[in-house]
């Protein structure tokens, strides 16, 4: 292969395999790490990776056919060397001594004979005067390995700013801070500027040209070639041909990329590029593409025809492409799973085995009501009531063969207290009213007037008696929609006077004098963002600006304690569905989970690329499920920390998730009005829901899992067929396999009802034990 390194796109005078420069930096790396003297930042700057097909395939093979593109200054008759050349040949020098020294001759012979080199290479003295950039002073045979070291991190002579691949361009000046430096230096290498426009028209009237069925899926690649190239010729400082090449191309791109267009416009000087989050996500993860085995081949072989290193460079760098045998896909089916910043998922990162299974209820008697004990009395013998139960509990005895056992992750044992209300939800169930296309649910709304101090987060109490909402003024209030009003503990001086062996102890300790039907929490210095009630009704969970979560008891109302991990805003907090762990994200793009008595995270779950948006736990509290801005929602292991599941396809930032009572399915929402249904099991997409004209807030199941409810900001409530949506399924193995399902247009056919509210967005949206639906928002004159 004929090796590109130089500003002016000429190639070299000399030939070696690019898989020998990888594996000379590979054995450089050895080097050093045997010199003791590699921190993690060196080991960085000197990691090579072989760029890979999506089976793992290395395609510097198929590169070798490609040398310098017919229309560079190469082909003008200028065959100068490389600025980059007597780098890569110092590096090879210095690794065939390595070798020598460490008595593999074999080895190093091999290597002299592939690269080209002369026979003097392996003789020490030969090697000081054959390689010019060496120096003197430099004892190769005997050189330590920071001497190695400075050979592959140092600039080529001549102020080339051109590294060699794999390696970091160092900068004397000190304006770009290291990690910037890592992620911007690979811009370097480019071609003639003014030859960016024909190699991106050319591959575009190719892929117009082919045939339909492949057509779709090749288009993919246009995007993240858009950006680098247009980021290449900014780095470069080659101001003037950016800005014509993103005015040709950038109505090319698909209509969801427009925001990320819109940030990419402004970014016209190198020095805008530094410290530009959205860049450098954008530079340090590779996209994914997943493409059928004959539409690569036809790319491949255009590519190599048109001998076009620049674009193939892109690829080869930027892209991952995720190969596939079968019938290429759709154009629908590419664009229901394409919008977010970094393509799609990698069909392994969904292979997981995951628990979704729901954990056996623990066995707890019913006592019996005023009738059972007529009945008894009549009869002479009890009369056992049988709580009806839904889909959220298993309906026999047997353990879900999908389920997690019951020890995976410790949980809290039940208390009196959660006994008591375990029994008092099993009542309420056998009165629970069936919802279906025929026997929809009455909708109560709340609607909080005069919030002119902007009412940000709202949530209820699983038995729905309170109702709790956040302020951007840094506010927390909790009402009662009970007739029973709020009332604080007594103080420690009259609960000292309490009888503590009372049967109505618990009533006692309760201050009459404080009864109000609210109660209004201080404590948070900027905007709360989150709250989240206890399953157990004693503590309220609050995220804020401030970048704190705060844990409140709602027997003191008072703020009991301050998690401090973040260090930016917190978005959204939720308490496990058994209590005790709690999950919170933020600006920082983590998400963190707790347990209430340690003020540290047990665990950060880092993958997304930007903001953490929304939580929510997994009906059975093994699984943490996180919607971001980068327009992916992340399945986590909350045993092992692991991502799971990775699902692509909303084209804007995630709002609302919800899990299926069953534990089987997942709900989300976004900026893009759309709802998307994603089998976890099967790690699928597997129904998309279109409706709303507004950015969608909050999403709920009802309790028996037939109905599902959204709320947007375009002041309406939308009721969905989820039984038909999930009973029309059919995942086979070819879908498995190949990670895509042909979705149905079927939306309004699963749209069950529009309910629309005068000018309130609804914020929240909550099912009661008997599937009265609840819906929360301010009123917005």
Not at 8 to 22: G, I, K, M, V
Not at 237 to 264: M, P, T, V
Not at 278 to 298: E, G
Request: charged share 25%; glycine share 8%; aromatic share 8%.
């Amino acid at each position: 292969m004929l090796l590109n390194q130089s500003g002016d796109s000429t190639s070299c005078n000399w030939r070696f395999p690019f898989f020998n420069l990888a594996h000379a930096h590979f054995i450089l790396k050895m080097a050093a790490v045997q010199g003791s003297i590699v921190d993690a930042k060196d080991e960085a700057d000197i990691k090579t990776e072989p760029a890979t097909d999506g089976f793992g395939n290395n395609h510097a093979n198929d590169a070798g056919v490609l040398s310098a593109s017919p229309g560079s200054s190469a082909a003008a008759g200028n065959n100068k060397p490389a600025a980059g050349a007597p780098e890569d040949q110092q590096t090879l020098l210095a690794v065939l001594q390595f070798l020598r020294k460490n008595k593999l001759s074999e080895s190093a012979e091999i290597l002299r004979r592939e690269a080209g080199l002369p026979e003097e290479a392996l003789d020490p003295k030969g090697a000081d005067s054959a390689g010019s950039g060496l120096g003197s002073g430099a004892d190769v045979d005997g050189g330590d390995a920071s001497a190695l070291l400075s050979r592959v991190t140092v600039s080529a002579p001549g102020g080339a700013k051109a590294p060699t691949k794999g390696t970091v361009h160092s900068n004397s000046s000190g304006e770009d801070q290291p990690d910037v430096n890592v992620v911007l230096s690979a811009y370097s290498q480019q071609g003639d500027p003014a030859l960016y426009e024909v190699y991106y028209s050319g591959l575009k009237k190719f892929i117009e040209s082919v045939l339909d069925c492949h057509r779709a899926e090749l288009s993919q690649v246009f995007y993240p070639l858009f950006v680098h190239m247009y980021l290449e010729l900014v780095y470069n400082n080659h101001e003037g041909e950016a800005k014509a090449f993103f005015e040709k191309f950038s109505g090319d791109q698909e209509c969801y990329y427009e925001e990320d267009l819109r940030i990419l416009s402004s970014l016209t000087k190198k020095e805008h590029m530094r410290g530009n989050e959205t860049l450098l996500d954008f530079r340090t993860s590779k996209f994914v593409l997943r493409i059928s085995r004959d539409s690569y081949q036809l790319l491949k072989r255009h590519l190599q025809e048109r001998q076009n290193n620049q674009i193939w460079n892109i690829i080869q760098e930027h892209l991952y492409i995720d190969i596939f045998d079968g019938m290429p896909r759709s154009k629908s089916q590419i664009d229901a799973m394409s919008g977010s910043l970094a393509g799609e998922a990698k069909r392994e990162a969904n292979k997981a085995k995951v628990y979704y299974g729901l954990l056996k209820e623990p066995e707890i008697e019913l006592p019996l009501d005023d009738e059972d004990e007529e009945a008894e009395n009549e009869e002479g013998k009890p009369k056992k009531k049988k709580p009806k139960k839904d889909s959220t509990g298993s309906k026999s005895k047997k353990q879900d063969p999908n389920a997690p056992s019951q020890t995976r992750i410790p949980l809290p044992e039940l208390k009196d207290s959660d006994k008591l209300d375990k029994i008092m939800y099993m009542k309420e169930s056998t009165k629970r009213i069936r919802l279906g296309p025929d026997n929809l649910p009455s909708i109560c709304f709340y609607t909080f007037l005069n919030a002119y101090q902007g009412l940000t987060a709202v949530d209820v109490t699983d038995d729905s008696s309170l109702i709790a909402g956040g302020f951007a003024d840094s506010t927390v209030r909790v009402w009662s929609v009970t007739p029973k009003k709020l009332r604080k503990v007594k103080t420690a001086a009259d609960l000292n006077l309490i009888d503590k062996e009372s049967d109505d102890v618990l009533e006692r300790i309760m201050d009459d004098k404080t009864a109000s039907e609210s109660k209004c929490l201080y404590g948070h210095s900027g905007p709360v963002y989150g709250i989240s009630f206890s399953p157990d009704r004693n503590y309220l969970l609050s995220c804020s600006e401030d970048g704190t979560v705060r844990l409140w008891s709602l027997l003191t109302f008072t703020c009991l304690v301050g998690y401090k991990g973040h260090n930016y805003p917190v978005w959204d907090t939720q308490f496990s569905p058994y209590g005790y762990y709690f999950i919170s994200g933020g600006h920082d793009r983590v998400a963190r989970l707790w347990v209430t008595d340690h003020h540290q995270p047990l665990r950060i779950f880092a993958g997304h690329l930007a903001d953490v948006t929304c939580t929510r736990f997994h009906p059975n509290a093994n699984y943490v499920a996180t919607g971001s801005s980068d327009r992916t929602i992340r399945l986590w292991d909350v045993l092992t920390g692991n991502c799971v599941r990775i699902f692509t396809g909303h084209k804007g930032p995630i709002h609302a998730l919800a899990f299926s009572p069953n534990g089987k399915f997942l709900a989300s929402g976004a900026t893009d009005g759309r709802v998307l249904l994603w089998d976890i099991g099967h790690g699928l997409m597997v129904g998309e829901l279109k409706g709303h004209t507004e950015c969608i807030y909050s999403l709920r199941f009802s309790r028996d899992g037939e109905i599902l409810g959204s709320g947007s900001m375009d002041n309406t409530v939308r009721l969905w067929d989820a039984t038909k949506a999930f009973d029309d399924l059919e995942t086979d193995d070819f879908t498995a396999a190949t990670g895509h399902i042909h979705l149905q247009d079927n939306s309004q056919e699963l749209l069950l009802g529009t309910y629309m509210t005068k000018s309130t967005p609804v914020v929240h949206l909550h099912f009661t034990r008997r599937n009265l639906l609840l819906a929360a928002g301010a009123y917005n004159p």
